[in-house]
């Protein structure tokens, strides 16, 4: 079965510290690759796309990386802020170049001060 | 600009009886999603509607959910005969055109809360 695996743990990391997140997939062969942010209380505010034919994408602090063959990609945060704290959520669709995305159950990310 | 709205923010209700989710997508948005997320868990797809086309309720539970889009606008979810398993946020977003190339824009969902 298809499946989106995202680290159940909360990532802890330091302010200035680079954060990286990891979603890796099965079962997949995903066009699009979605990251979302998610505060407490709050809907997910889109962040990033990255095609299947990007290998990176940048924006400001943010990276995405997007290994077709690894099942995998990344998402690094660099000179991380306590104000990055949040949930992070990856999103595949479903199939290649359907409508309906497939989202993981995402990962706590903590910025201490 | 406005965004994605959802009303009510929270709905507290008994078992058994039937509650509606409004969503007002942002103007111009043409598809149109609604999620289920319990507590710790991902999203999960429920329907999605896409201009006139028929929508995909694919992914929704049971029978005793159901939704429309009036005028291509504003949705309404449905849950008849709540059950406690239904307690959860309910999201609602919206995207220019329905394909997976485009951002979702999500409203702060519906907390409900099934007594």
């Known amino acids: 079965s298809q499946k989106i695996e995202q680290n159940s743990e909360a990532l802890n990391i330091q302010e200035g510290k680079t954060a990286t997140l990891t979603c890796n997939y099965t079962?997949?062969?995903?066009?699009?690759l979605q990251w979302y942010r998610q505060d407490p209380g709050r809907g997910p505010v889109f962040l990033l796309l990255?095609?299947?034919?990007?290998k990176e994408k940048r924006k400001e602090r943010l990276k995405v990386t997007f290994d077709t063959t690894l099942k995998q990609s990344l998402f690094h945060i660099t000179a991380s802020q306590p104000a990055d704290s949040a949930t992070y959520l990856c999103a595949l669709d479903e199939l290649a170049n359907t409508d309906k995305l497939i989202f993981g159950t995402g990962t706590r990310l903590q910025v201490f001060p | 600009g406005a965004g994605v709205s959802q009303s009510p923010s929270n709905k507290v209700t008994e078992k058994g009886k039937d509650v509606e989710l409004r969503c007002d997508p942002i103007s111009g948005h043409t598809a149109l999603y609604w999620y289920r997320q319990s507590l710790g868990q991902g999203l999960e797809f429920l329907i999605y509607?896409?201009?006139?086309?028929?929508?995909?309720k694919s992914g929704l539970p049971s029978d005793r959910f159901s939704a429309e889009r009036t005028g291509g606008s504003v949705s309404t979810l449905t849950i008849q005969r709540t059950q406690q398993e239904d307690s959860a946020v309910y999201l609602c977003a919206s995207s220019w055109g329905g394909t997976v190339n485009q951002p979702q824009h999500f409203g702060d969902g519906t907390r409900l809360s099934i007594l």
């Open positions: 990255i095609r299947e034919n990007e």
């Open positions: 079962n997949y062969s995903p066009a699009y």
């Open positions: 509607f896409q201009g006139n086309s028929a929508p995909d």
